[in-house]
C-alpha cells in the first residue's frame, strides 16, 4: 500500500494554475500507483476553493482515495467555524478515521490549532491576543472561542478517536496542519537581535501549534506517524517516543521571501511530496 503526504502548497500565494497542479499531481500519482494521498492543509486561502479542488483530483484519479484537512489559509474565506468542524465533504478527513483495507492501521485526522505554548508569552494570553488581531491573518478567521479553549477540543475530539484504535488494535497514522511538538521546529534565527525582534518571533511561534497535541499523540504506543505542515522550509524527521513526524510543506515562493529549494513548484512538490509504503 502506497500512501502519499503533501501540504502547504499556497497554489493561490504561488500563482500556480489550477489546471496546472491538476495535471501536474493527477500525472505523478497515476504514474507512481499511489493508493492514497493525503493533505495536511493550506492550498489555497479559500475553503471553497480546496473543497473544490480535491473534488476534482479525485475523479481525475479514481484509483487513488484523497484525503485532506485544513489550514489556517483554507479557513480564512468562505467557511464557518461550523463548517470547518462538520464539512459534509467525503474527502475532509478532520475528526475522522479511515481503516486502511487488508491491514491493521487506521488514518486519523485533525486540523489541529494552537496554544501558545511553543512562545515565552504562553501565559500572557491577552497580549497574544492582541497581537493576533493586528498582525496575524488568523485574526480574520470565523472563530467564537479562545485559542485555548479550541485547542482543548482538538484534544478531546483526538483522545477519543485514539482510545478507540486503541481498543481496536489499530496502528495509527495521525495527520494534522499545525505542528504538534516544539523540537519541530527551526533554531532561532542568528538575525533576531533586538527585542521587537524577538518580540515578533515569539508572537509567532504562539500560532505554531502545540506541545499538549505532541504529549498526547506520544502517549499512545500505537500512534507511529505524524504528518503535519504550517511551517515552511527543510524540517527533518523526527523520532520520538517510537513516533515518527513528517513534514511535508511546499512553503512559498516570493522575491523577497523564497522558502523553495528548486526552481519551479512542479519540482519543489515533487522534492517535497513524502511516499511510504505499509
Not at 538575525?191 to 504529549?215: D, H, V
Amino acid at each position: 500500500m502506497k500512501i502519499a503526504v503533501s501540504s502547504d502548497n499556497h497554489l493561490d500565494v504561488n500563482r500556480v494554475p489550477v489546471n496546472t497542479a491538476l495535471d501536474l499531481q493527477a500525472e505523478w500519482l497515476s504514474r507512481r500507483s499511489v493508493d492514497y494521498y493525503l493533505f495536511a492543509g493550506d492550498l489555497f486561502n479559500d475553503y471553497l476553493k480546496t473543497r473544490d479542488y480535491f473534488a476534482r483530483l479525485q475523479a481525475r484519479v479514481p484509483q487513488t482515495k484523497i484525503y485532506y484537512i485544513l489550514g489556517n489559509h483554507d479557513l480564512l474565506n468562505h467557511v464557518t467555524a461550523d463548517q470547518a468542524e462538520h464539512a459534509a465533504d467525503p474527502h475532509y478527513l478532520h475528526n475522522r478515521a479511515v481503516d486502511l483495507p487488508g491491514s491493521d492501521w487506521r488514518l486519523i485526522g485533525n486540523n489541529g490549532w494552537y496554544d501558545y505554548s511553543f512562545s515565552f508569552y504562553y501565559q500572557q494570553l491577552a497580549a497574544v491576543e492582541a497581537w493576533k488581531k493586528v498582525y496575524w491573518l488568523d485574526g480574520s478567521i470565523d472563530q467564537h472561542e479562545t485559542d485555548q479553549a479550541r485547542m482543548e477540543r482538538v484534544l478531546q475530539q483526538t483522545r477519543v478517536l485514539l482510545d478507540q484504535a486503541q481498543r481496536d488494535h489499530k496502528r495509527v497514522l495521525f495527520l494534522t496542519h499545525f505542528v504538534p511538538c516544539q523540537h519541530l521546529l527551526a533554531p532561532k534565527p542568528a538575525g533576531i537581535k533586538t527585542a521587537r525582534m524577538e518580540r515578533f518571533y515569539q508572537m509567532i511561534n504562539a500560532m505554531l501549534g502545540s506541545n499538549r497535541l505532541g504529549r498526547l499523540l506520544e502517549s499512545y504506543p500505537n500512534v507511529k506517524t505524524v504528518f503535519y505542515g504550517h511551517v515552511h522550509g527543510v524540517h527533518p524527521p523526527l523520532t520520538r517516543n517510537g513516533l515518527t513526524y513528517f513534514n511535508q510543506a511546499v512553503g512559498v515562493h516570493k522575491k523577497r521571501h523564497d522558502e523553495w529549494q528548486t526552481p519551479t513548484f512542479a519540482a519543489q512538490w515533487e522534492r517535497t511530496v513524502r511516499v511510504i509504503e505499509l
